[in-house]
């Protein structure tokens, strides 16, 4: 898996997150976790965690997306605000938006609402600098 593979793995799993296709996406990072070398790897771990986490929160799995979200978010707050070109702060602040009512309805013991659409989270590619 060159570094060609990689980038191509990557630009698929952005792609796939952004149209809600979560377990796909999961996939997509995983080949480029299992490629990557030293710290990086913790970037795609974080980045595959969080793909889990919506995936488990549209399946009704609210335990599994709490924590998921929570540990992916840990993960890729080490990387803000940006790496890889990737708008890290921003996918953190609209991670934490979304996921804010199934945390709610944890702490109020409550069953959680279904993901709100409007607030699903998306990569986004910082505009490369010249």
Known sequence: FGA???EAAFGLGIALFNAEQYHAAH???ENCW???EGGDSD???GLIQVAVACHHWERGNETG???LA???AALLARFAPAFHGVDVAAF?????LHFTPLRAAAAAKIPAPPPDPRSRPRLNLEPETQ
């Open 34 to 36: 299992l490629a990557a």
């Open 43 to 45: 970037f795609y771990k």
């Open 65 to 67: 997306a709490r924590k």
């Open 27 to 29: 996939e997509a990072f």
């Open 4 to 6: 060609r593979e990689k």
């Open 70 to 72: 929570r540990s992916g």
């Open 92 to 96: 953190l602040a609209a991670l934490d």
